[in-house]
């Protein structure tokens, strides 16, 4: 099936553009599946359908679509300032399982819920956990680059190596404020400066670490 003409506003400029593929006939579409360690609610369930919809119109335009999406089934900290304790441990303790099971338990009723909405599922649908080695070689890969620094509780992704960091989302990176919305990080450069790898805290050992 041949192609046909696509316009989709573009976040970068914002403004309605043709849209080109990388390759010809092909698209590659990466979405975010749900954190399993509860039920999806509508909220959640409104993101699958716009990209269901947005899958569709691609596929109805004539490209051959390769969706990935993944889940997440570790790793979600319960604060703004990603620290605290790990929702999927916190959510095994509450129920009297082990995270392994509440997260096979809540993928499956995810799944059930995207099929009963009609939503196509994914090309690829992959765990967080089935990809930790690949996870901690790109984030060594970024700090031997000089994009990281390491501190008392995780790795940070260095900001400032990033020229136009914040672009996409038309942020005020030199109005921002350390320690507005959340609490401060001692040692840590900007206030755009994420965590790539959190420690584990010295006086506990987390159900899920590597």
Same mark, same amino acid.
């Given at each position: 099936? #041949?192609?046909?003409?696509? &316009?989709? %506003?573009?976040? @970068?400029?914002?403004? +309605? ?5 990388? /390759? ?78 509440? #997260?096979?338990?809540?993928? &499956?009723? %995810?799944?059930? @819920?995207?099929?009963? +909405? ?5 090309? /690829? ?86």
């Amino acid at each position: 099936m #041949a192609e046909r003409e696509l &316009r989709l %506003f573009n976040s @970068d400029g914002r403004r +309605l553009e043709s849209f080109e593929p990388r /390759v010809r006939g092909r698209v590659g579409l990466y979405t975010c599946g749900l954190t399993v360690y509860n039920y999806a609610h509508i909220g959640n369930l409104r993101a699958y359908l716009f990209t269901d919809t947005l899958r569709r119109t691609l596929q109805f335009k004539g490209y051959d679509v390769l969706h990935v999406m993944n889940i997440t089934d570790v790793g979600h900290l319960t604060s703004d300032a990603d620290e605290g304790d790990d929702k999927m441990e916190q959510a095994a303790v509450r129920r009297g399982k082990t995270v392994w099971e509440l #997260a096979a338990f809540y993928t &499956r009723e %995810f799944e059930q @819920d995207l099929a009963a +909405l009609g939503v196509l599922p994914a090309s /690829v649908s992959c765990k967080a956990t089935d990809h930790i080695q690949e996870m901690i070689a790109f984030a060594q890969r970024i700090e031997s680059n000089g994009y990281a620094y390491a501190l008392e509780d995780g790795l940070y992704f260095d900001t400032s190596r990033v020229r136009d960091s914040g672009r996409m989302a038309l942020l005020d990176v030199e109005g921002l404020r350390a320690g507005a919305r959340v609490a401060t990080t001692e040692g840590k450069r900007s206030p755009t400066d994420f965590v790539l790898w959190r420690r584990s805290p010295r006086d506990k050992q987390r159900l899920m670490e590597w």
